[in-house]
């Protein structure tokens, strides 16, 4: 079965700063994919970024990138020049396929929650 | 605007009633899948529809029934419903090669009196 493992139930960053939240997942799975969503106090769910198992050069969009370390089994968020609008839960999650390939679920970590102070 | 769109996005209902959520995936978008989520249980994944046909089946309880349509809209049934149902519901869609990631709508917010 995967598993998502965020250890960090929250987490405190000065604007301006930069914050690396874990993630740690366990599969036998060589294909897979990893991803971070962003939910505010709103509530929606907002795509950050993916990072696929065979992506050799670890992902960025923006002030976000990925730090995938394979053996490890980490894909770990870093948010650089944190924002007050940072403050919201984090979450990582994991992609398995099914054998039709069709798209299959994501699995998700419990999250983690970051604040972000003036 | 995500362009998933559920609806409704509150809903209050007592125990034992039956309720119906609503979602519209992305244009383009074929795969459409259901979550539940909830402060002890955190998002668990309910139920995948590809193209009008189950694909997958999470932590769904036998209470709850989902189909999709030909429109590709899809329907999430809640029956008999205890306080324990209270939770968000989210849709999401994705096209079938998601690098692009999964698109979440709004979410539905279940509270069960």
């Known amino acids: 079965a995967q598993k998502i493992t965020q250890t960090q139930p929250g987490m405190f960053v000065q604007e301006k700063e930069a914050v690396t939240l874990d993630c740690t997942y366990d599969?036998?799975?060589?294909?897979?994919?990893l991803f971070w969503y962003k939910q505010p106090s709103s509530g929606e769910m907002i795509f950050l970024i993916y990072?696929?198992?065979?992506?050799?050069q670890n992902a960025t969009e923006g002030r976000y990138s990925l730090n995938f370390q394979k053996a490890r089994k980490s894909a770990n968020l870093v948010i650089s020049a944190s924002q007050l609008g940072d403050s919201a839960m984090y979450f990582c999650a994991m992609r398995e396929f099914n054998s039709g390939g069709s798209n299959y679920k994501l699995t998700f970590g419990k999250g983690t929650l970051l604040t972000v102070n003036p | 605007d995500s362009g998933v769109t559920q609806t409704p996005k509150h809903l209050i209902t007592a125990t034992g009633q039956r309720v119906t959520l609503r979602c519209s995936p992305r244009?383009?978008?074929?795969?459409v899948y259901w979550y539940q989520q909830s402060l002890d249980q955190g998002l668990q994944f309910l139920i995948q529809y590809y193209n009008g046909e189950e694909r997958a089946k999470g932590n769904i309880l036998e209470r709850f029934s989902a189909q999709q349509f030909p429109d590709l809209h899809s329907e999430l049934n809640l029956s008999s419903l205890e306080l324990g149902d209270s939770a968000l519901y989210f849709c999401?869609?994705?096209?079938?090669?998601?690098?692009?990631?999964?698109?979440f709508g709004s979410g539905t917010r279940l509270t069960v009196v």
């Open positions: 990072q696929g198992s065979y992506d050799e």
């Open positions: 599969t036998s799975d060589q294909s897979y994919g």
């Open positions: 999401a869609s994705s096209v079938e090669s998601a690098d692009y990631g999964y698109t």
């Open positions: 244009s383009g978008d074929l795969s």
